[in-house]
């Protein structure tokens, strides 16, 4: 079959799915990734051999450079990769913020030293990254951080709070940005990476509907963070973050791994396990068949999309306002499946724990609650709208005084 190049890809598929085949464990076909759950901290030998295989192979990271660990695969064999790991029930055990967001851009305007030291060990989902940004006075209006990085000579000494530090109580380092110049707005921000284990980050989970504490609040007191841990020029983070949102909200729309849908079971295969089917063999209910298929006309327009915008990225040097339009419809399609997949399995959509509920409805009853911030997080889709008003229609800015 002939994708994007004129590459046969029907070879690839099969060495993947072989490959799958002898690699993936049985016993986690259609678990949920445990990746930003509690659980992470404690994996099971499973969770772990299938870390350790996707890691070594690079698949994890596909696209990513062979010399530095990734899988160097094209467009086209990283989205039959996907379609095999979806077919086998299998989740992508390498993600997390280093894959997302923190590594495309540490491989554009990192150092070669850096990504020596960075680059392999988020391959192979060895080391954890959490995001430093948001703070209580500068999350919507992110360029207002205070957060303070001081030249100390051979070092910066960092001082200030984050919130929603995602992950950050499993984390090993942070990407954070810091105010190294308080006479400039957007031109007074820098860029650095510093282990979460240097003395003076404190960090305190916040406790979310789901259950999970996926969120943090992160304190930081006279931290050393080495200049050698810059990234880019000094004052010259603004531009490095712009760039990384872009890869997030690529990412938490979906459209970063080809317009994925979160994986797992089909819709379909789901309603005939719980629903059943009519004499015909179609899905019992007609109201929900209706649904099913628009839903899944929505997912397939979306990813369409998305390896439409994905493929024309390529040949575009800086961040793209395109994005904010995949955050805002990827969202809304993920949150639309998720509702929809409680629904279907009725009754068992209800459970929160215990032996009467299965992994699979345990962990739809989260990813549904879980999916509520997807909307609000990585920037909210009142932001989204306004950078795609300003940005990409040209409408005048009203919220800003003449």
């Not at 380092?173 to 820098?190: M, P, Y």
């Not at 282990?195 to 960090?203: A, I, L, N, R, S």
């Not at 909200?249 to 059943?276: C, E, F, I, P, Q």
Request: hydrophobic share 35%; with cysteine.
């Amino acid at each position: 079959m002939a994708d994007f190049g004129g590459t046969d890809l029907e070879a690839f598929r099969a060495d993947a799915r072989s490959w799958i085949e002898a690699n993936f464990p049985p016993a986690l076909k259609g678990a949920a990734n445990p990746m930003m759950r509690e659980e992470r901290a404690k994996p099971s030998a499973d969770q772990e051999a299938w870390r350790k295989a996707m890691g070594e192979k690079g698949w994890g990271v596909p696209t990513w450079p062979a010399a530095y660990g990734g899988g160097g695969l094209s467009g086209g064999e990283a989205r039959v990769l996907q379609q095999e790991l979806n077919r086998a029930g299998a989740y992508n055990p390498i993600g997390g913020m280093g894959v997302m967001m923190f590594g495309p851009t540490l491989l554009e305007y990192g150092t070669e030293a850096q990504k020596q030291q960075h680059i392999p060990a988020i391959v192979k989902g060895e080391l954890q990254w959490c995001q430093g940004f948001s703070e209580p006075g500068a999350g919507s209006d992110l360029a207002a951080l205070q957060t303070r990085a001081e030249d100390k000579g051979d070092h910066y000494l960092v001082n200030g709070s984050k919130i929603w530090t995602s992950g950050a109580q499993y984390a090993d380092w942070c990407f954070c940005l810091v105010r190294t110049d308080t006479s400039k707005k957007h031109e007074g921000i820098s860029f650095v990476l510093f282990d979460m284990k240097t003395p003076g980050v404190e960090v305190r989970p916040i406790k979310l509907i789901s259950g999970n504490s996926p969120f943090c609040e992160t304190f930081l007191t006279d931290v050393r963070v080495e200049k050698d841990q810059l990234v880019g020029p000094l004052n010259g983070g603004w531009t490095i973050a712009k760039r990384l949102l872009q890869h997030e909200r690529s990412g938490l729309s979906g459209a970063g791994g080809g317009g994925r849908m979160g994986g797992g079971r089909s819709l379909t295969s789901l309603a005939k396990d719980y629903v059943g089917l009519d004499e015909t063999g179609r899905i019992a209910d007609r109201d929900l068949r209706t649904r099913i298929i628009q839903t899944e006309i929505d997912a397939r327009a979306f990813q369409q999309t998305a390896i439409r915008a994905m493929l024309e990225s390529k040949g575009n040097a800086g961040p793209s306002a395109a994005t904010s339009i995949m955050k805002n419809a990827g969202t809304r399609v993920m949150q639309d499946r998720a509702e929809l997949t409680l629904e279907v399995m009725g009754h068992q959509g209800l459970g929160w724990e215990g032996e009467d509920f299965t992994p699979e409805e345990l962990g739809a009853v989260r990813q549904w609650l879980g999916g509520k911030a997807t909307t609000i997080y990585g920037g909210s889709q009142e932001i989204q709208n306004n950078i795609i008003s300003k940005r990409i229609l040209g409408l005048p800015d009203l919220t800003q005084s003449k």
